[in-house]
C-alpha cells in the first residue's frame, strides 16, 4: 500500500521534468496559461496563483492511478523518512482516503502497536479535535502526531463497521526504523525472518539474521513478508538474487514511454538450495511481490497466504522548481512468466484500497 508512499530523491527528475514540459503540445499549455491569468485577473475574490496551480496539479494527477501522487515541498523530508532514519512520534504508517486517516501500518515495537492500534483503523479525532473530513493533508496530520518523546497525544478510531470510537492515549516515543524485526529457529532446522519494508539497512540486517540462524544449524526457512508494503526496487532483487541461481530473471519493468529492463541474479545468493516458505497477506506489497513472485514463477519455494495487495506500477520521482515533487507512474512491474503485478483500479481509489 505501502500503498505505503517510498522514494528516492534523484536530480534526473529536474531535467526530465522540464523536457517533459516542452514536449507538451502548445495549444495545451497555452489554454492552461490563459485559464490561470484569466481566474487570476478577473475572479470576484482574490486567489493564490501558485495554490491554483497546486490544486490543478493534484486534480490531474488524480485521474491518472492510485500511485500517481504530488507531495508538497514540506512532506518531501517526511516522505523519506520511514525508509532512511529514526524520527519521534506515534509510531504509525499512514494515507487519507476519503478524507479520513488510514492506518496502514503500525511500526512493530512502536507506541501505536503496543497499544494495540491495527492497520486499517481510521483516526476521527486528534486531542478531541475531529480530523475526519475537514480536508486534512499529509503534512497537518504529521504535525498533529509528531512530536518530541514522552510527550502524550489523544486519538479516537474507528475500526472496522463499527460506529464506536475507541480511545487511545498514546505517549510519543523515537521510532526506530528497523526493516527485519523477528529471527529465530522455529524448529532445530527451519529459521524464520520477518522483514517489514524493503528500506537502505534491509539487506545489512537480513545478511546478520540469517547468518545467526545458520550458525544455529538452520537448513529451511519461512520469510515472512506480510504486511510488508515495499521500499527500494533495487532492495528486492537483492533479496531475491538470495535465492535464485546465475542469471535467473527477477522482475522486468516496461511502460509505454520506457523500454524494458530486466532485473537478474547472480552467483552471490547464500541460500540458493534448503527449503524455502514465503508468507504473504493482503497487505504484502510492491517489493514484496517483486520477490514472492519470482520465487513462485522459478518454483523456487512455496508462497502460503491471501492474495497479495497487487502494486505493480513503479514510480518515479521528478522534482519541481519549488522543492516539491511529482511522484508518477512510469511503468509496470511483471514476473518472470510476464505476470502484471498491478491488480485493477478502474473503478477509483476508494474501491482500489479497499479490495482484498
Given at each position: ?106 511500526i ?24 475526519a ?22 486519538v ?17 516515543d523515537?521510532i ?11 524448529t ?38 506480510r ?12 533479496l531475491?538474487?538470495e ?100 491488480k485493477?483500479?478502474?473503478?477509483g ?8
Amino acid at each position: 500500500m505501502r500503498f505505503m508512499k517510498y522514494i528516492i530523491i534523484v536530480f534526473s527528475g529536474i531535467i526530465f521534468s522540464i523536457s517533459i514540459f516542452a514536449q507538451t503540445t502548445g495549444k495545451a499549455a497555452d489554454k492552461f496559461r490563459t485559464t490561470l491569468n484569466i481566474v487570476t485577473a478577473a475572479y470576484v475574490d482574490t486567489v493564490d496563483p501558485d495554490k491554483l496551480v497546486e490544486d490543478a496539479i493534484i486534480g490531474m494527477l488524480d485521474k491518472l492511478d492510485p500511485h500517481s501522487v504530488y507531495i508538497s515541498k514540506e512532506e518531501v523530508k517526511e516522505m523519506n523518512e520511514p525508509l532512511l532514519g529514526n524520527f519521534e512520534g506515534v509510531g504509525i504508517q499512514f494515507q487519507i482516503i476519503k478524507d479520513t486517516i488510514l492506518v496502514v501500518n503500525a511500526i512493530p515495537g512502536g507506541p501505536s502497536e503496543k497499544l494495540g492500534i491495527q492497520a486499517g483503523d481510521k483516526i476521527i479525532k486528534v486531542n478531541d479535535t475531529i480530523v475526519a473530513g475537514i480536508g486534512i493533508k499529509n503534512n497537518d496530520v504529521l504535525k498533529k502526531l509528531r512530536g518530541d518523546k514522552g510527550t502524550k497525544v489523544k486519538v479516537a478510531i474507528q475500526r472496522g463497521s463499527s460506529n464506536e470510537l475507541i480511545d487511545y492515549v498514546i505517549t510519543r516515543d523515537k521510532i526506530p526504523i528497523y526493516s527485519v524485526d523477528a529471527w529465530y529457529m522455529a524448529t532445530p532446522e527451519i529459521g524464520y525472518v520477518r522483514i517489514t519494508r524493503f528500506a537502505q539497512t534491509t539487506m545489512e540486517e537480513y545478511q546478520k539474521a540469517i547468518s545467526e540462524l545458520k550458525a544455529q544449524g538452520m537448513k529451511n526457512l519461512i520469510l515472512d513478508l506480510r504486511g510488508n508494503g515495499g521500499g527500494f526496487l533495487h532492495v528486492s532483487t537483492q533479496l531475491a538474487d538470495e535465492f535464485l541461481p546465475d542469471k535467473k530473471l527477477i522482475v522486468y519493468t516496461e511502460g509505454s514511454k520506457q523500454t524494458r529492463q530486466d532485473s537478474y541474479a547472480t552467483s552471490k545468493g547464500n541460500f540458493e538450495s534448503g527449503k524455502l516458505v514465503i508468507l504473504i497477506d493482503e497487505a504484502s506489497a510492491s517489493a514484496s511481490e517483486i520477490v514472492s513472485g519470482a520465487v513462485q514463477d522459478w518454483d523456487r519455494g512455496l508462497i502460503i497466504g491471501r492474495r497479495s495487495f497487487g502494486k505493480g506500477l513503479v514510480q518515479k520521482p521528478y522534482n519541481l522548481p519549488d522543492g516539491s515533487m511529482l511522484r508518477l507512474t512510469t511503468a509496470r512491474y511483471y514476473t518472470p512468466s510476464g505476470r502484471c503485478i498491478q491488480k485493477p483500479y478502474e473503478e477509483g481509489k476508494e474501491a482500489y484500497y479497499k479490495d482484498l
